[in-house]
């Protein structure tokens, strides 16, 4: 059973820096595509940095380069980097999983992930 564990939230003044970690198990982490989505309250999840199976990173542009997707297939654990942290940065922060092998490139829309944790959030007061 695929299980996802976000963890690193929390309240942080603007300007600073974060490191969330999701923790995996239940699936081989090597085969799958990851991703990290934010929701807003009442707002629809965004898709804001995913990394395929080989490792190759795509940050949304949205989010000014600002995130830094990775992970660690030796710890079955996926990290986003967030720096210079906005209070428009606000928001629920969820990772997802799918497997994919027809795919060269890690999709930011949430329809394509089929696996989600509970998500950790982040409050950036200015």
């Known amino acids: 059973q695929v299980h996802l564990a976000e963890s690193g939230g929390g309240s942080i003044e603007a300007g600073g820096s974060l490191t969330l970690s999701c923790a995996t198990s239940?699936?081989?982490?090597?085969?799958?595509?990851m991703a990290w989505f934010r929701q807003f309250p009442e707002k629809q999840r965004e898709g804001v940095a995913a990394?395929?199976?080989?490792?190759?990173?795509r940050h949304s542009s949205s989010v000014g380069g600002r995130f830094t997707i990775s992970k660690d297939n030796a710890k079955n654990t996926l990290y986003l980097q967030i720096d210079n942290l906005e209070p428009g940065d606000t928001a629920m922060y969820y990772c997802?999983?799918?497997?994919?092998?027809?795919?060269?490139?890690?999709?930011?829309?949430?329809?394509?992930?089929?696996?989600w944790g509970q998500g950790t959030p982040v409050t950036v007061s200015s």
């Open positions: 239940g699936f081989s982490f090597t085969l799958y595509f």
């Open positions: 997802a999983a799918n497997p994919c092998d027809w795919l060269n490139w890690a999709p930011l829309g949430p329809d394509f992930y089929h696996s």
């Open positions: 990394i395929a199976r080989d490792g190759t990173p």
